[in-house]
């Protein structure tokens, strides 16, 4: 271009005087510092070039592109500014991130723990296996020390709120009940349309029937047994876990985007590395960038 002017080595050594003074101000890492350093005294040489353009002499240039950025303490003042910003956004961002992703595996394990390890299944056989100790005659099986032990579990058990008892062929088990329970407590319970336990739902837990059955001795059939008992609803606890889970994935994609971008690395393809593979995209931006680095040096 007609007119354009190089700053000369006179120059290039005021601007890096300038920029030398800048830096030795920041408290930063050396990396982010030589970072500062690069594009900084490409900015001023870009701007001295301009004012030359312009029709100034490379000394007032030089100048006029200095007092355009400020003076150095003025400077220091806004940059420590915006360095301190970006620590308490970035520091804050992961910690929430971090914190985020604790909280919903817990939150999503207990709900595993419990469906996997059966921990409702395991209250379930306990409770038959102390009915079973009552079991009468094959013409009474239910005893009243039966429902004396279904009450006492009911009253005592916070995770069990109905017990129903029936006698039914072995045949009929899982089969839609063919005759009401023989025993219910408490009496007054809401059957659903099929005359079970009626489910009872809440965003936590609900209240689901559970079966099981107390073998009759010398005959063909059962105790069918009934308990109303907690079980942690899939859309409570785990679906809140799974929500904190997918809000550090985002988090951690942010902070990470977040800090390739101060660093100048901040590209659409790493964005989206950190999006789809997250701390394992993190891990390999960080080798793939101080491998460079390592090269340049």
Same mark, same amino acid.
Do not use: G, T
């Given at each position: 271009m007609a007119g354009y002017i190089e700053p000369d080595a006179g120059i290039m050594k005021i601007i890096e005087k300038y920029v030398d003074e800048l830096c030795q101000r920041m408290d930063e890492p050396p990396e982010e510092i030589a970072d500062f350093r690069e594009e900084m005294t490409s900015n001023l040489a870009s701007s001295v070039r301009e004012f030359i353009d312009g029709g100034y002499s490379p000394r007032? =240039?030089? %100048?006029? =592109?200095? %007092?355009r950025f400020g003076d150095p303490r003025s400077l220091q003042e806004q940059l420590e500014e915006l360095?301190? #910003? @970006?620590k308490v956004f970035a520091t804050g961002l992961l910690k929430v991130a971090i914190a985020m992703a604790v909280i919903g595996m817990i939150l999503f394990w207990s709900f595993q723990m419990w469906e996997n390890y059966s921990l409702a299944h395991r209250s379930l056989e306990g409770i038959v296996a102390n009915l079973s100790q009552y079991v009468g005659s094959p013409q009474k099986p239910i005893t009243s020390e039966m429902t004396i032990e279904a009450i006492r579990i009911v009253e005592e058990m916070a995770t069990v709120k109905a017990i129903g008892l029936r006698v039914i062929p072995r045949e009929k088990l899982g089969h839609t009940p063919i005759k009401k329970y023989d025993y219910l407590y408490p009496a007054k319970q809401e059957l659903d349309k099929y005359g079970f336990l009626a489910w009872e739902g809440g965003f936590w837990f609900n209240f689901r029937d559970m079966r099981s059955t107390v073998e009759i001795p010398g005959t063909n059939q059962v105790i069918e047994?009934? #308990? @109303?008992q907690m079980k942690m609803d899939v859309n409570g606890i785990p679906g809140v876990g799974i929500l904190l889970i997918f809000g550090y994935w985002i988090l951690f994609a942010a902070w990470a985007s977040l800090n390739a971008f101060y660093n100048g690395h901040g590209t659409p393809a790493w964005v989206l590395v950190f999006i789809v593979f997250n701390i394992v995209g993190y891990w390999m931006y960080l080798s793939i960038t101080r491998k460079k680095k390592g090269v340049r040096a």
């Open positions: 007032q =240039a030089v %100048e006029l =592109a200095i %007092e360095y301190r #910003v @970006k047994v009934h #308990v @109303k």
